[in-house]
């Protein structure tokens, strides 16, 4: 697994280094990710644009600063996702939380059930974050 080849890697690092690789090695794989689907729907978009423009969205093509702005935008949302990444990994080692690897850990029906059950969490948060930013003292400092 990629996990055991990293954390075998940094295993004679001192800490403070382990976690800055570790915290490198993440913002790359999160910021490459990002750029490949992101840089896809794009993509897509600019072909639709030139093979049936009837089917835009939008009648004006997106301006350089427009996309600049809206990557700019998105590159914010992955310093927080970073964090909240980092956030994991702290507890883990603080051993507040728990992470694992092996499908045998826990089973099948867990490995199974976390991802819809993670992802109804994370839902219900943005739904409630997302009413919030809208309440009149925070929209028009959000």
Request: with cysteine.
């Amino acid at each position: 697994m990629p996990y055991e080849f990293v954390s075998t890697w940094l295993a004679d690092w001192p800490g403070f280094v382990q976690l800055g690789a570790l915290a490198t090695i993440i913002a790359i794989l999160v910021l490459a990710r990002y750029f490949m689907i992101a840089g896809m729907g794009f993509g897509l978009s600019m072909l639709i644009g030139k093979i049936a423009p009837w089917r835009r969205l939008q009648g004006v093509p997106f301006s350089r600063e427009q996309i600049l702005r809206e990557v700019g935008y998105s590159m914010q949302s992955v310093l927080v996702f970073l964090g909240v990444i980092g956030v994991i990994i702290g507890l883990n080692r603080a051993g507040c939380a728990q992470l694992y690897f092996e499908v045998s850990d826990y089973g099948w029906l867990w490995f199974c059930v976390q991802i819809p059950l993670l992802l109804l969490i994370q839902d219900f948060y943005f739904y409630w974050m997302h009413r919030i930013v809208h309440i009149a003292p925070f929209y028009d400092r959000v």
